[in-house]
Nanobody, 125 residues
Framework: QVQLVESGGGLVQAGGSLRLSCTAS????????MGWFRQAPGKEREFVVS????????YYRDSVKGRFTASRDNAKSTLYLQMNSLKPEDTAVYYC??????????????????WGQGTQVTVSS
């Protein structure tokens, strides 16, 4: 099993940037494809990005393309989400998740096996 802990959330003005981190422990990080999801108040959790075990492949939801960048450092067992040009509609709790199929890119949250507790991102207008 892998344990995931997100950090880096906070309050930022529209147009600003944040970098989220997700640190893994308990298992070899490179064994997992990873994803970021988010859940806004009163809404269902939604897919943000999926990244393969080596970071070579990534897939983003349309609304964050060109603004968000996912990356990973397997030596540090850490997943990152660089978020630029933030908008109020990006306000949500952001979760990282691990998929035991390392080469997989998937938008379906049911395909992910392990989840972090989430970190709050609030973008003010």
């Amino acid at each position: 099993q892998v344990q995931l802990v997100e950090s880096g959330g906070g309050l930022v003005q529209a147009g600003g940037s944040l970098r989220l981190s997700c640190t893994a422990s308990g298992s070899t990080f490179s064994r997992y494809a990873m994803g970021w999801f988010r859940q806004a108040p009163g809404k269902e959790r939604e897919f943000v990005v999926s990244i393969s075990w080596n970071g070579a492949s990534a897939y983003y939801r349309d609304s964050v393309k060109g603004r968000f960048t996912a990356s990973r450092d397997n030596a540090k067992s850490t997943l990152y989400l660089q978020m630029n040009s933030l908008k109020p509609e990006d306000t949500a709790v952001y979760y990282c998740a691990a998929d035991e199929r390392p080469g997989t890119i998937t938008t379906n949250e049911e395909d992910y096996d392990y989840w972090g507790q989430g970190t709050q991102v609030t973008v003010s207008s």
